[in-house]
């Protein structure tokens, strides 16, 4: 710093206006399908994937209403398949994976201090491309015709001749369409985080929540393609007659390696980014450096390696080697490993402060006790002899709930009361956010709990019913009443959403006195993000800034157009000012025209080349330079 | 709080080449992804193999292996001239840029004319066995990898007839260029798995 001069930054009014105008998104109805700037393309991937969060406890509540008595009549069993695949779809497709990436593409991008995602129309069309999966799922659902068979669709009852009707069908194009959007999402990501970070924002000073979306990022990258793969087999299968997964003439198993592969990756997809809300939530709320920076990124890192080694955990039942087994067993007690580092880490950074008891951290607080539990549990079904007791029970079902509620949800709703001031510039209601915590908290383990019990005692999964004297009515009954309360639990703070928008307490740029880039600009935050970008000398920028001296930012980025500082990949030298594109209606169409390939597939076999075509249009109008011969003429002088 | 401007951005170029640019990831990005996709199909396809006695299964002759290197070399040689252009247009000189990709696209439609008449009549379909799904779906899914090359580098060609591109503005080029490579390149392993493993592991 010292061979610049220290020359103080005068804002002009001009210059804001200018920028104002540059990076506005265009307003009205046919407005809202060209915008990109990440800003408003996360806030709908959040809201889009709360919405199906709505859809899919709905969905677990008419389950639960099922189960509440013995030989109830509440849902046919059809319908019931139908439901609990379409809860599990939901929640794993259109839930868990798109929500966390709504909050990566709205809070990474204000962390590192750049003004937009890399490539911002893919950011859209990847958006579309969820919203039309979510919807034609839910089409199907309402039209009858929702798959059942659950949302890991095995062969051969996800075959043609044991799945007759669209169902599977819908299922293997929402899928694929669903790794579409989430493999754009991580690639830029990863472009993002790689190339614009504010200068001097050094690998080694990114905030937690950022590595953690690095390596949420790449598991992506490597676990999407597998399943992309299979559901297309799947659809060729039912479609054109493949033989991939027929029994006799391919292979079912096949099947289950390529969506295991994908499968296990998920579950730390969804759980990464959770651990790194945790870290900076913590660094927060304690006041202080959380410890061990570097354990944590490794062990991020580290999970994010191992995870793949631990898929056939999920197949011990179809008969693997011993050998086979026994080295799955030991690679799914390892993951234990780094996730003890992670926990203990956390516990050391709360020791001898004096935390601040905001909902945030209680729902933090909240998943310690939880993932522990699923921890536990999921050690236990590590070994083979023990899964092969409990596998297909209720055992599991509250295992893989403790795991994703309390793994993945509870650090989501610490997340969103965190973040909440800075979407939207107020405080969401601090009682009624305690309130919702504790009913959530309560009610999750009322529920959850008492189906390890019934899952030793035998009662199978994926039944829409059971019999009067085995005896388990009871506890269903209490489990169903609770789930009730769970669902008051979420549905308060829901509430508190909508009462807080208008109602909150003004937040202020910095509310909880955080330490990264992102409470460094106002709540909400502007369309370009920051007025001028940061400097970063520091692993916590703000609380180094707030010692009073005078902070040190970027000047001479144009105003007069979509322009970004690009830096180097390890220490964020700023390298080059990059031009980003501005609202566009293609990546809507190149969605469209993408779902007509896929989509049609299930009626006739020539939409896939009617997509192609279309795609191939709408990715030229895309790509095209406009006004060409102007830049032609700028640049060329 | 006051600011001072520790770093002033205009002094910085407006742009940029191959790793500094973040499409330059994204596009890497595209290709690790693509890459997994044919791995998964690379292990479906010795995957399915442990199930049969024989492979190709019986009645299936394995593939003859001379048109299938001819057409290989074809694809192998529509990198070159892509390369000339690619290398060219860094120091500024175009005219490789209009001609060179015209030749590469050429000779990638050759590769898929040569595809179109060898699949034509190779006596199995996808819904033969499991073999014929694979292999098809191996085949299939790279042609259509070649064609969308065909048609980005038609574009690609289209706007340097235009004078867009010059030795600052050419990152479009080293992307297309660095597809093209991916593309071709992939296609040895594939190539390797239909041709080579098929009649190994008959004989
Ligand atoms: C909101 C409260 C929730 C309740 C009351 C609930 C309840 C249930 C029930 C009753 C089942 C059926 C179990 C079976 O018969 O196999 C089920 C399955 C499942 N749930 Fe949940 N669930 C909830 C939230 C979630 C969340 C947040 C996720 C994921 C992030 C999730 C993921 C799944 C999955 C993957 C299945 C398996 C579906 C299948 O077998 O195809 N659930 N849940
Ligand atoms: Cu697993």
Same mark, same amino acid.
Request: charged fraction near 10%; charge should be neutral; glycine fraction near 8%.
């Given at each position: ?8 930054? %005068?804002?002009s009014?001009e210059? @804001? ?16 399908? @060209?915008h990109?700037?990440?800003?408003? *393309?996360?806030k ?32 046919p069993?059809d ?13 794993m497709?259109?839930f868990a994976v798109? %929500? ?5 593409i ?7 201090? +750049?003004?937009d ?26 039209? &009858? ?6 949302w ?6 996800? =075959?043609?001749?044991?799945s ?8 293997a ?18 472009a ?18 950022v ?11 490597f ?27 391919? =292979? ?23 651990l790194?809300?945790?870290s ?6 304690t006041?202080?450096?959380v ?9 991020l890192?580290? %999970? ?17 080697p011993?050998?086979?087994?026994n ?18 880490? $956390?516990?050391a ?11 945030p951290?209680?729902y ?7 993932f ?6 999921g050690v ?5 002899p ?15 709930h ?15 009361y965190?973040?909440y001031?800075k ?22 383990n009322? @529920?959850f709990?008492p ?7 035998g ?8 019999l ?43 509310p909880?006195?955080? =330490?990264?880039?992102? $409470? ?10 920051f007025r ?17 001296q005078d902070?040190?930012?970027? @000047?001479?980025?144009?105003s007069?157009?979509?322009e ?6 390890l ?26 390939g896929?989509? &049609? ?22 790509f ?14 | 709080?006051?600011r ?6 205009s ?13 330059w ?18 292990i ?5 193999? +442990?199930n049969?006695?024989? $492979? ?15 057409? +290989? ?6 990198? *070159?001239?892509? #390369? ?18 015209l ?5 990638a ?14 006596g ?13 779906a ?11 090359l ?13 004078n ?11 992307v297309?260029?660095? #597809?093209w ?15 080579w ?6 004989s």
């Amino acid at each position: 710093m010292t061979e610049h001069e220290r020359t103080q930054v %005068i804002d002009s009014s001009e210059e @804001t206006r200018l920028l104002t105008e540059v990076w506005r998104s265009p307003p009205g109805f046919f407005g809202w399908f @060209t915008h990109v700037n990440q800003t408003s *393309i996360g806030k709908r991937f959040i809201i889009t994937g709360f919405v199906f969060f709505v859809l899919g406890g709905l969905l677990a509540a008419l389950m639960r209403i099922q189960l509440s008595a013995p030989e109830n009549n509440f849902l046919p069993p059809d319908l019931y398949n139908q439901i609990f695949t379409m809860h599990g779809i939901t929640m794993m497709f259109l839930f868990a994976v798109p %929500i966390m990436e709504g909050f990566a593409i709205y809070i990474v991008p204000l962390m590192l201090g +750049t003004r937009d995602m890399s490539f911002p129309r893919l950011n859209a069309f990847g958006y579309y491309v969820y919203l039309i999966a979510g919807v034609a799922m839910y089409l199907a659902l309402f039209l &009858g015709m929702a798959p059942a068979v659950g949302w890991f669709a095995y062969p051969p009852l996800a =075959d043609a001749r044991y799945s007759p009707g669209m169902g599977v069908d819908f299922y293997a194009t929402v899928i694929t369409f669903m790794e579409i959007s989430a493999l754009a999402a991580a690639v830029e990501l990863i472009a993002t985080i790689f190339k614009q970070r504010a200068p001097g924002m050094s690998l080694n000073r990114m905030p937690l929540f950022v590595w953690a979306v690095l390596v949420m990022s790449f598991m992506i990258v490597f676990a999407m393609p597998p399943l992309m793969v299979g559901s297309v087999m799947l659809a060729l299968d039912r479609t054109v007659g493949t033989h991939f997964f027929i029994p006799g003439a391919g =292979d079912p198993l096949l099947w289950q390696h390529l969506f295991w592969f994908f499968g296990h990756p998920e579950v730390y997809i969804i759980l990464i980014p959770a651990l790194g809300m945790i870290s900076d939530i913590l660094t927060t709320f304690t006041q202080r450096p959380v410890f061990g920076y570097t354990a944590l990124v490794l062990s991020l890192v580290a %999970i994010g390696f191992i995870g793949f080694g631990l898929w056939v955990h999920h197949m011990y039942t179809t008969g693997m080697p011993h050998l086979a087994s026994n080295f799955f067993t030991a690679a799914s007690s390892m993951v234990a490993i780094p996730s003890g580092v992670q926990i203990f880490c $956390w516990l050391a950074t709360l020791w001898g402060t004096r935390p601040r008891f905001a909902t945030p951290l209680l729902y933090v607080l909240g998943f310690f006790f939880i993932f522990v539990i699923g921890g536990l549990s999921g050690v236990m079904v590590a070994s083979v002899p023990f899964d092969t007791q409990v596998h297909d029970t209720y055992f599991l079902v509250a295992h893989f709930h403790y795991v994703l509620i309390g793994g993945a949800v509870f650090p989501l709703f610490g997340g969103l009361y965190y973040w909440y001031p800075k979407l939207t510039g107020r405080l969401m209601n601090e009682t009624l956010g305690k309130v919702s915590f504790w009913l959530t908290f309560i009610g999750f383990n009322l @529920t959850f709990f008492p189906m390890h019990y019934l899952g030793l005692q035998g009662m199978p999964r994926r039944v829409y019913t059971y019999l009067e004297p085995l005896g388990w009515g009871d506890i269903n009954l209490f489990v169903s009443l609770s789930a009730g309360l769970l669902a008051l639990g979420f549905l308060s703070s829901f509430i508190n959403i909508f009462w807080s928008l208008k109602r909150g307490e003004p937040a202020g740029d910095n509310p909880w006195h955080a =330490d990264s880039l992102e $409470w460094g600009t106002s709540s909400p935050p502007p369309a370009y993000n920051f007025r001028h970008i940061p400097v970063v000398i520091e692993r916590h920028p703000l609380w180094e800034y707030q010692e009073g001296q005078d902070i040190p930012v970027v @000047t001479g980025i144009r105003s007069d157009r979509r322009e970004l500082l690009v830096t180097s990949l390890l220490d964020a030298h700023p390298q080059y000012r990059a031009v980003m594109p501005g609202p566009s209606v293609w990546p809507l169409l190149l969605a469209v025209a993408v779902g007509i390939g896929f989509g &049609g597939f299930m009626f006739h076999n020539i939409f896939p080349v009617v997509g192609f075509v279309l795609s191939f249009i709408a990715l030229a109008g895309w790509f095209w330079p406009r006004e060409l011969t102007r830049e032609v003429r700028e640049e060329s002088s | 709080m006051n600011r001072f401007s520790a770093i002033d951005a205009s002094k910085l170029p407006s742009y940029a080449f191959s790793h500094c640019v973040p499409i330059w990831w994204g596009i890497i990005g595209l290709i690790v992804v693509e890459a997994t996709v044919f791995a998964s199909l690379v292990i479906s396809f010795f995957y399915l193999q +442990t199930n049969f006695p024989t $492979w190709p299964p019986d009645g299936t002759q394995p593939p003859e292996l001379l048109k299938p290197t001819l057409a +290989t070399l074809v694809l192998l040689a529509s990198a *070159i001239p892509m #390369y000339w252009a690619d290398s060219s247009i860094k120091e500024g000189k175009t005219f490789p840029l209009k001609v060179g990709p015209l030749i590469s696209i050429a000779l990638a439609l050759a590769f898929l004319i040569m595809k179109v008449i060898e699949y034509r009549d190779i006596g199995f379909r996808w819904d033969t066995h499991a073999y014929g799904s694979v292999v098809w779906a191996i085949v299939g899914f790279h042609s259509a990898h070649v064609l969308a090359l065909i048609l980005k580098t038609s574009v690609v060609t289209t706007l340097a007839w235009q004078n867009y591109f010059n030795s600052k503005r050419r990152i479009g080029v080293t992307v297309n260029g660095l #597809y093209w490579y991916f593309v071709v390149i992939i296609w040895i392993p594939l190539y390797m798995t239909i041709y080579w493993a098929s009649h190994l592991l008959q004989s």
